[in-house]
């Protein structure tokens, strides 16, 4: 027998030990002997390939792991030989494929042959260590699910040896003696079917506990309940005609009841409680076993030969326990909340049992809790959320404990959470200072329980408005929105920065956080506040912090973090410390006030001032355009500028523009980017703004400012007093820093028609546009021919330098270097400079005797020009402008990104063109274009993009046509084009309303 013979049967024989033929030959001798007993005495030394007692040393020796538990033994093995059979099989492929390279027939060859060998030893290498990685999480995965079902079952085994000594105590103390006291009748209006109960329940803790005994990562217990819940249904006979009050009636009416339940009672044989709460302990029997199947088959993998028999099992309890619930549903609920009460409240010695309260279902689920899943036990009252957990600790005899609550108000609310490619059926509950990210296992459940909650804090509202305690200026809580991430760059490394949206019903700030300023946050709060509630931020992991499903989970943990820190009531006494590290207004809070959504008829009059509202209208400017779009927005007011007060911590700050021009305005910590926009634009005249952003550039850094973004404010020097790692930090961030500029540009496009009419009535604007073009020109934004780079060349020179142009008579007197400033020096090598001289020479009389009929022509429109070097200046922008507005890069923002081959190919078949991968993503105010060697390859229209959705290094949209697949494409700029996304289709859906 071959060594992988040997390994295959050995695999063979554990994988059936289940089955009868096998468990009497081989399950007894197994289950006794520890791992490396089997590893010695049946699988032999020798029989182990050198890779595969690596991998074994990989797994257990350097952990310093042995297995000591027998239940543990034969998943074990079966994983580990599975992989070392695939390191066997992948030594014999290498063996094979070495062969086939064929022997060097002279040095060159002898060299490649070398080389080919390395490499697929290599590769196989990879692979093999990869299957050891991927064997090794799958063992971990199953081990600690074996280990929570075995805590299940325990629970259960335990739950049901109590429960059954609750119903002995009842016949034995009750049932029995009361025999001679009561008649049947009342003894069956008192008792019902308990004895039954009792013999059912007796039976089936018998069986589930000898196989318990017996426990192992395959041990079944699906059939059981199957075999059982048939009979369960003799409880319907104890619930149907089951009330709480037929004991109280019948100690009134039969006095000798009366004193032997008294005479009970003084011994204390109810331990604390009476005999109401044992009658009622097998009406709340049964949604105990649906909870604990649930939580059973949530941690059972779906290959487990329990896995179908548990489903089974769990829909027929559901069904039995429907009906039972419908029957008691208020006793049940009312009894549930002294259970909880007893169970995890008496020992903190708070009180949940109040009169307004009310139990509603129980589910198991899994919670978000510092970028980790735990899984938890959900008990949904009508004002308040319990979360239990369960414990794993054998020792302890109490098999929940209390993990956390959460009082429901009338300023609660729940959010819904966005799709992503590794978070998915989120939602959050939040209360002041608490949330709770819970995670469903399917859409279903996450609707079901969603609606409930939404609906819980729906009544408490109402009811809160029925009492009319409403005020009229209530402060609503803050709430916070992850919006994306953008990816930033230093010289140690890069970093992911959180772009947050904070919401005060009034108005939105947008906040940029990292991950490690939070936690430096939470340990000054927790320092100052022992006492504050806020979620605990785990640390940095250094190797991680790029990946993309723990940037997800972390964008939702610094929702919860901020919205419980803004909405302390700690925090707000003094918030100044917070308000400044997070550089927020340190009138955040008093700015804070509820403003009335805008009414319908408001809206229709907007509208009715837009008249023919169309993109293809000669008679909408572009600043009407997105004026319209921004007062018909109510989600995104800001106080005006002048209406803030100055603070004493006001300083200048320089403003630059394209056209070499500065100035200096004095902002102070009130001021948003969408302020400083307007104030730049008093100053230089600047009649419209709304489609000019300011940018951030810091080295090669450039970042768009968000208008709802608090002003940059200037890093002081940190103090020394730091370890020495962030003295070295500190030293070479020092280094690396250059100036930081703020550059004001035009950042959105919409039609040549639209923006004409703002650049032909604004002077000011069209030269800030003309200087642009010409960055863009000199940073090959555009396409151009030979011709027409001498032609805006021209342009250049009487725009930019008009002295140097209106010297310009020979060839000589061409000032060629300043062309070369304009000219990209990759085209410009292109050609020979005499003849970019002699071109430009030549086209400078035709573009001037251009110019010179327009002045004429139009001499009374241009008499609010003064000079005729303005008029002349005027003209070559307005030429200039309309010319570049033809060409078919104008207008766009382009980002790098790489195209993966699933997209590619689905985008190919669509569209029917070739991709290569790495491309340019253009977006323009109406489609998508894919560009390619200043090629356009593509063209997607805005119109036809579905669920678009940014992620930390990618951008993900569907198209109509094919919704059920999805386009990637990999860039860190997701978040922007997102922006521009919903910025041009609320322009398009807004204005064609």
């Given amino acids: 027998m071959t060594e992988i013979n040997q390994y295959e049967t050995i695999i063979m024989i554990l994988k059936n030990l289940n089955n009868p033929k096998f468990a009497s030959q081989y399950e007894q001798q197994l289950n006794r002997l520890p791992f490396f007993s089997f590893y010695k005495q049946v699988l032999k030394t020798n029989t182990f390939t050198q890779s595969a007692s690596k991998y074994i040393q990989l797994l257990y020796l350097k952990k310093g792991q042995v297995y000591k538990h027998q239940t543990d033994s034969i998943e074990s093995v079966i994983i580990l030989l599975e992989g070392s059979l695939s390191l066997i099989k992948n030594d014999q492929k290498k063996q094979k494929l070495v062969k086939k390279v064929k022997p060097p027939d002279h040095l060159f060859q002898a060299e490649i042959y070398k080389k080919t060998e390395g490499s697929i030893k290599y590769i196989i290498v990879i692979q093999s260590y990869y299957r050891m990685y991927s064997c090794k999480i799958k063992y971990q995965k199953r081990k600690k699910w074996a280990r929570y079902r075995k805590c299940v079952i325990q629970e259960l085994v335990d739950s049901e040896f109590t429960y059954l000594k609750d119903l002995e105590l009842i016949i034995q103390n009750f049932y029995i003696p009361l025999q001679g006291i009561l008649t049947e009748a009342q003894s069956k209006q008192l008792f019902r079917n308990l004895k039954q109960i009792y013999l059912l329940n007796k039976q089936f803790l018998f069986e589930i506990s000898e196989r318990f005994s017996n426990f192992n990562q395959h041990t079944c217990f699906g059939k059981i309940f199957d075999k059982y819940v048939q009979f369960f249904k003799i409880y319907f006979e104890y619930t149907s ?276 300023s939070l936690i430096k946050l939470e340990q000054l709060l927790r320092k100052q506040y022992p006492e504050i509630q806020i979620p605990h931020l785990s640390k940095n992991q250094w190797a991680s912090n790029k990946k993309t499903q723990l940037i997800e989970a972390r964008k939702i943990i610094i929702e919860n973090f901020l919205e419980a820190v803004l909405n302390s009531s700690l925090i707000k006494q003094h918030p100044e410390q917070v308000l400044k590290y997070l550089e927020l207004p340190p009138s955040f809070y008093q700015t804070i006030k509820p403003i009335p959504c805008q009414t319908q008829p408001e809206r229709e009059s907007l509208r009715k001032i837009m008249k023919c509202s169309s993109f293809n209208s000669d008679d909408i400017s572009l600043s009407e355009t997105l004026r319209f779009v921004r007062n ?73 400012l968000d208008d709802q973004e608090c002003i940059p404010q200037i890093e002081l020097n940190k103090s020394f007093s730091e370890g020495i790692v962030s003295r070295i930090s500190f030293i070479i961030k020092e280094r690396e820093k250059q100036e930081t500029k703020l550059l004001l540009k035009k950042y959105l496009y919409l039609p040549p028609k639209q923006e004409q009419k703002d650049y032909q009535s604004d002077p000011v604007r069209l030269n800030l546009m003309s200087h642009q073009a010409f960055d863009d020109i000199k940073n090959m934004k555009f396409k151009l021919t030979f011709s027409q780079y001498c032609v805006y060349s021209i342009y250049y020179l009487i725009i930019k330098h008009y002295e140097h142009f209106k010297h310009t008579f020979t060839k000589q007197s061409l000032p060629i270097h300043m062309v070369k400033q304009l000219i990209p020096e990759k085209i410009y090598k292109q050609e020979k400079e005499k003849t970019w001289v002699s071109e430009i020479y030549t086209a400078i009389g035709v573009v001037k005797q251009e110019i010179e009929y327009i002045i004429k022509q139009h001499d009374k429109n241009l008499q609010g020009i003064k000079t005729h070097e303005q008029q002349f200046q005027y003209i070559a922008e307005l030429l200039f402008m309309e010319s570049l507005q033809q060409n078919q890069f104008y207008g766009l923002q382009n980002f790098n990104i790489e195209i993966p081959n699933a997209s590619k190919d689905i985008l190919q078949k669509l569209l029917k063109s070739q991709l290569e991968t790495y491309s340019i993503l253009g977006v323009k105010f109406d489609r998508f274009l894919i560009i390619q060697n200043m090629e356009v390859k593509m063209e997607i229209l805005l119109k036809d993009i579905v669920n678009p959705q940014p992620f930390p290094f990618y951008f993900q949209f569907q198209l109509q046509q094919i919704q059920d697949e999805n386009i990637v494409l990999k860039t860190p700029s997701g978040l922007e084009i997102q922006k521009l996304y919903e910025l041009y289709s609320n322009i398009s859906t807004t204005v064609m309303m």
Wanted: hydrophobic content about 40%.
């Fill in 632 to 704: 018909s927005n109510t989600l995104r007011q800001t106080m005006h500028h002048k209406s803030l007060k100055v603070s004493n911590q006001t300083i200048n700050i320089k403003l630059m523009f394209l056209n070499e021009l500065y100035i200096f305005l004095p902002i102070s910590p009130e001021l948003r980017v969408a302020d400083l926009i307007e104030m730049a634009a008093e100053v230089i005249n600047l009649q419209s703004f709304e489609d000019f952003k300011f940018f951030l550039i810091n080295g090669q850094e450039v970042r768009m």
């Fill in 241 to 516: 005609g089951f009330s709480i009050e037929v004991v109280s009636t019948l100690r009134n009416e039969i006095p000798k009841l009366n004193d032997f339940i008294l005479e009970l009672e003084e011994a204390d044989i109810f331990k604390g409680g009476n005999l109401e709460s044992y009658l009622i302990k097998p009406v709340q029997r049964l949604p105990k076993y649906v909870l604990l199947l649930k939580d059973l088959i949530k941690h059972t993998w779906q290959s487990h030969p329990d896995y179908e028999s548990l489903q089974v099992s769990v829909n027929k309890f559901i069904e039995v326990n429907y009906k039972i619930d419908i029957l008691m549903d208020n006793v049940l609920k009312n009894q549930m909340l002294f259970e909880l009460q007893k169970q995890f409240f008496d020992q903190i010695n708070v009180s949940i049992v109040e009169s307004t309260r009310k139990y509603v279902q129980s589910e198991t689920i899994n919670v978000l809790v510092s970028k980790q899943q735990k899984s938890v036990i959900v008990y949904i009252c009508n004002d308040m959320i319990i979360l239990t957990q369960r414990n794993q600790n054998a020792l302890v005899k109490q098999h929940e404990k209390l993990y956390e609550y959460l009082y429901l108000n009338e300023k609660s609310y729940c959010k819904n959470k966005p799709e992503t490619q590794y978070c998915k059926f989120l939602f959050t509950v939040s209360s002041q200072e608490q949330s709770i990210t819970f995670i469903c296992q399917d859409a279903e459940q996450k609707q079901k329980l969603l609606t409930l909650c939404e609906s819980l804090i729906n009544d408490i509202k109402m009811k809160y408005q029925k009492l009319e305690i409403v005020q009229e200026y209530d402060v609503q809580p803050i709430q916070v929105f992850a919006k994306g991430t953008e990816l930033r760059k230093s010289i140690l490394k890069s970093y992911t920065v959180y772009v947050m949206i904070i919401s005060t019903g009034a108005q939105n700030l947008t906040l940029l956080t990292r991950y490690s």
